[in-house]
């Protein structure tokens, strides 16, 4: 059986990048993160306890992402690292980082990595 907890779509202000400006000025980053673990125990029982707090998950990203790094994979390394340590029962996370706005030529909507770890079980 396969569940999934997805994060879609957040915004956060922060500081990463190589160059100069970036930190100075810094830009919009949107993560979109899915989690795969067994929830059917929390489908039967609708207790948080039998499950992954998403609420824990989204306050682990906010707090990495406040440390300023020059690489987007280095931020997303950390943030699969902290959720996967917080939460053992996870059997893989996937993250997709877009940097808004990247100091680049041309028009686009952005720049993205996307990591994914899975977690023995």
Not at 1 to 14: D, P, Q, R, V
Not at 24 to 49: C, Q, R, S
């Amino acid at each position: 059986m396969t569940s999934k907890i997805i994060l879609e779509n957040i915004k956060i202000y922060a500081y990463h990048g190589v160059l100069p400006e970036e930190k100075i000025l810094g830009t919009y980053y949107i993560l979109n993160v899915e989690i795969k673990a067994d929830l059917w125990k929390a489908a039967k029982t609708d207790h948080l306890d039998d499950t992954i707090n998403y609420a824990e998950i989204n306050e682990i990203i906010h707090e990495e992402m406040k440390i300023p790094s020059e690489l987007l994979e280095h931020v997303a390394g950390r943030i699969i690292d902290k959720i996967g340590e917080k939460f053992s029962e996870i059997s893989s996370i996937k993250i997709k980082m877009t940097k808004t706005k990247p100091p680049m030529q041309g028009e686009m909507d952005g720049v993205s990595v996307e990591l994914k770890k899975n977690f023995k079980k």
